[in-house]
């Protein structure tokens, strides 16, 4: 067997070779850091393909975890007019799902590379101090039992005597309960359902989702015009005699779930219709003993029918969350998603119907047009990195950003599976120079094709049916038994936020211009757009704000 560590930026592919990846063995961490590492490996020649039983030892061994990464089809690898600035831009075999070990650790070996991600969660429990982690490869010939072998490779993890900071950015990456609904058969928010959602939603708060995106009504995304999603309503509706009734039991498991896994933010479903507001979203009720939708596409969003709904419904919402300790505060609302010059008219009028009911409040929505911000409509923008220039260049305050589909030209962050993992890391350092306070993205686990129309195998299908680039849609796979399995992205983008809060520490003990220099040492000063394109250059960053917080002699509170 051959044998390597490499960092977890290095995407492995079938046809590549052990000797030609950079192997990095040693790396530094904070105390209650998720660190990530990989080990690429690969049969002698053709010849010696056979089995190998895997094995940690390590003094931290118990906070080592160990996943296959297998390669997924990717068939849409870049859209037409996109930039040079992606590992491949030819459909084929790309390494990102991550899958559990067998029990017993066993792994085939051939001449095509392999490789594993390794992750130390020490969650705080371990002293400061120099640690081996030793994988070691059990190997045996597929058919000669006689040719066999033991064969290691050791990384060494220096763990340093300081803790990150609590995030403070707040992160949403909208969560699809009807996508798990129909993946696994389940009905809506019935207990096997719930407990899907809960695993799904844990593993987002663990790579740094604080922020949830709750539907009280369904969401009226990604919808074809005329078309529905899936029913996944958290508040149940009454009509009797023209009055409406709130049911708010599911809401109250949704709450208590989250008050569990650590979610600290409620962002509420939109209100309105995407791309302008011209419509109400499907609400489903039960009048008069009958249950069926009371509003949808066919509903004038600015019509006196449901601005008397909202009327009604949003006082009792709030009121409601106010009693559950105040979850009121945690919630975050919106209008309409993505909506232009061309729609301010109708986006003007939902707003006016809502803003006197949601007085206080934070309201948040994504869009790209500095003037449509300008004119007062969105008081909280949530802006494309390709257009967030003109937003910080005029200093507007609590700034968001988002990418998604359109985010690749001019070598924009990214989390396509065809590119680097380089330019999905970026991101954590740009949203750190520039104080983005937050950051939406649309497909944490969006397993459907464009508009809704039908659903897809996100193992077959990574691009929803040419919707956007491969893996633009999910982090985040469906395994098996309601189980799900990562993705090399998930973490990837995770180590970005984590790279973040090693940077707002160093910059407590130092100040920032201490930390823009380490940042922009020898570089031209990076913005969204401009940035070194080499793997080693976050990694040395890293490495240097984590020396400078291991030689601070001061008190770290």
């Not at 009280?216 to 009454?238: A, C, H, K, N, W």
């Amino acid at each position: 067997m051959k044998i390597k560590t490499v960092s977890s930026l290095e995407k492995c592919f079938l046809n590549e070779r052990v000797a030609d990846k950079d192997e990095y063995s040693r790396a530094s961490c904070l105390k209650n850091e998720i660190f990530h590492f990989c080990v690429c490996y690969q049969a002698e020649d053709s010849a010696s393909t056979g089995y190998a039983n895997l094995s940690v030892k390590s003094p931290i061994a118990k906070y080592v975890r160990v996943c296959r990464i297998e390669p997924v089809p990717v068939q849409l690898a870049a859209r037409p007019g996109s930039d040079d600035f992606y590992i491949s831009k030819q459909p084929g075999l790309y390494p990102d799902v991550m899958q559990p070990l067998e029990s017993n650790g066993r792994l085939a070996v051939a001449e095509n590379l392999r490789s594993l991600m390794v992750e130390v969660d020490t969650k705080g429990e371990v002293e400061a101090g120099s640690y081996p982690i030793t994988l070691c490869f059990d190997y045996a010939h597929l058919y000669n039992k006689e040719k066999k072998g033991q064969y290691e490779v050791t990384f060494q993890l220096d763990i340093i005597d300081a803790s990150l900071p609590e995030q403070e950015l707040l992160f949403t990456q909208w969560f699809h309960c009807d996508g798990l609904k129909k993946y696994y058969g389940t009905k809506a928010f019935d207990v096997r359902h719930f407990e899907i959602i809960e695993k799904f939603a844990k593993l987002a708060v663990k790579y740094g989702v604080n922020t949830l995106l709750t539907p009280v009504f369904t969401p009226p995304l990604d919808t074809y015009v005329g078309g529905e999603r899936d029913t996944v309503q958290l508040v149940g509706v009454s009509v009797n005699n023209g009055v409406y009734g709130f049911d708010f039991s599911l809401l109250d498991k949704w709450v208590e779930m989250c008050d569990r896994i650590g979610v600290k933010y409620f962002e509420i479903s939109h209100l309105f219709t995407q791309w302008g507001a011209s419509c109400a979203p499907k609400i489903m009720a039960t009048v008069n003993g009958e249950y069926k939708k009371i509003f949808g596409w066919e509903t004038d969003a600015s019509g006196e029918e449901y601005a008397a709904f909202l009327g009604a419904f949003i006082p009792a919402f709030l009121e409601h969350m106010r009693g559950l300790g105040g979850a009121d505060k945690r919630c975050l609302f919106h209008i309409s998603d993505e909506p232009n010059s061309k729609q301010l008219e109708s986006y003007l009028k939902a707003k006016a119907i809502v803003e006197p009911l949601l007085r206080g409040y934070t309201v948040i929505d994504a869009l790209s047009s500095y003037d449509f911000y300008a004119s007062g409509a969105v008081s909280l923008p949530v802006v494309s990195t390709g257009h967030i220039d003109k937003f910080i260049e005029n200093k507007v305050p609590h700034l968001w950003a988002y990418y998604c589909v359109t985010e690749d030209k001019d070598n924009l962050s990214n989390r396509f599976i065809s590119m680097p993992s380089l330019r999905n890391r970026i991101l954590g350092t740009q949203l750190y120079k520039f104080g983005i306070e937050g950051f939406l993205h649309w497909g944490y686990n969006f397993y459907l094709n464009q508009f809704s129309y039908a659903s897809v195998n996100p193992f077959m299908n990574t691009d929803g049916e040419y919707f956007s680039p491969a893996g633009d849609a999910f982090s985040v796979y469906p395994g098996p038994d309601g189980e799900p399995w990562e993705s090399i992205r998930l973490l990837v983008f995770y180590d970005g936020i984590q790279d973040t809060r090693a940077y707002k520490l160093c910059e407590r003990l130092y100040g920032r211009e201490f930390v823009m220099n380490i940042i922009e040492d020898g570089t031209a000063p990076i913005d969204f757009r401009t940035y070194p394109h080499d793997k080693n250059y976050l990694l040395g960053i890293r490495e240097k704000i984590n020396a400078a917080i291991a030689e601070y002699r001061g008190d770290f509170a």
